[in-house]
């Protein structure tokens, strides 16, 4: 019986020190931040035709991690799933256009947003719909469980379309737009303005906005210590300029938040 009850706790100690292990960075991964990203949402992060990462986003992690003095691993992620994600520990940080909402924050901490953004709707050049008030009896697009879902459902447009059908990515929705299956997408607004230089002529943007809104990193509860860090990075990019050329090279001018 003593030696049932030695081997008992004996494994029990095992499990406790494998679990206590798993629950914390250790080594070579506490030196590295594994941040969360939407590979298909471009110009923030996506892939071009090489199939790398690109996109402000990919180029501003980057270069704040490395104020850190951390290694960085862009690890693509099913969005809908984004905060399940980090708050299990797969990915330390959110980060790839992630609007700042107050539903949100009950989930993560949040970086000082970094910048601007608006939820917008997105229709073919050659549509007959100017107004969000066009939209009624009409089928729109919009991507799964985004602050564009948000938008829409915070306004009058939910009980006046005809159908809201979700995508897994901007793409899709556009891409069904193409063929007529849907008769606008809304959008974030840079992605609205990636798209349109992509593809000069094919689309436009309604004048009337939906919300506007700004976008930050998303960090797990608990973790100030990686949020002060991150925080500190930044501000240091804002005032030594490094923000200011991401930004220009990916927007044509300095749309960081200070």
Not at 52 to 80: C, H, N, T
Not at 221 to 228: C, R, S, T, V, Y
Request: aromatic share 6%; glycine share 6%.
């Amino acid at each position: 019986m003593k030696k049932i009850a030695w081997m008992s706790l004996l494994l029990s100690a095992m499990v406790s020190l494998v679990v206590g292990c798993s629950s914390a960075k250790t080594g070579a991964d506490a030196n590295k931040l594994i941040i969360g990203i939407d590979d298909k949402f471009a110009p923030m992060g996506f892939r071009d035709e090489k199939n790398e990462l690109v996109g402000f986003d990919i180029d501003y992690a980057r270069a704040a991690s490395e104020k850190m003095g951390k290694q960085v691993e862009f690890q693509p992620i099913d969005w809908s799933a984004k905060e399940s994600e980090l708050n299990s520990g797969r990915i330390d940080l959110i980060w790839n256009g992630y609007t700042i909402t107050d539903v949100r924050k009950e989930k993560v901490l949040f970086t000082k947003p970094y910048l601007k953004n608006a939820q917008v709707v997105v229709t073919m050049a050659n549509s007959n719909l100017t107004k969000l008030s066009d939209l009624a009896g009409k089928a729109i697009g919009l991507q799964k469980l985004s602050s564009a879902a948000d938008a829409v459902n915070a306004s009058d447009m939910k009980n006046q379309v005809k159908s809201i059908t979700e995508y897994p990515d901007n793409v899709l929705a556009l891409s069904d737009m193409k063929i007529g299956r849907v008769e606008a997408v809304v959008i974030d607004q840079v992605v609205a303005d990636y798209y349109m230089a992509k593809e000069p002529g094919a689309f436009k943007v309604m004048e009337e906005s939906l919300a506007p809104e700004e976008y930050g990193v998303g960090v797990k509860k608990g973790n100030e210590a990686l949020l002060n860090e991150l925080q500190k990075a930044l501000d240091t990019m804002n005032q030594d300029g490094t923000a200011a050329k991401i930004s220009e090279k990916w927007f044509g001018e300095n749309r960081v938040l200070k």
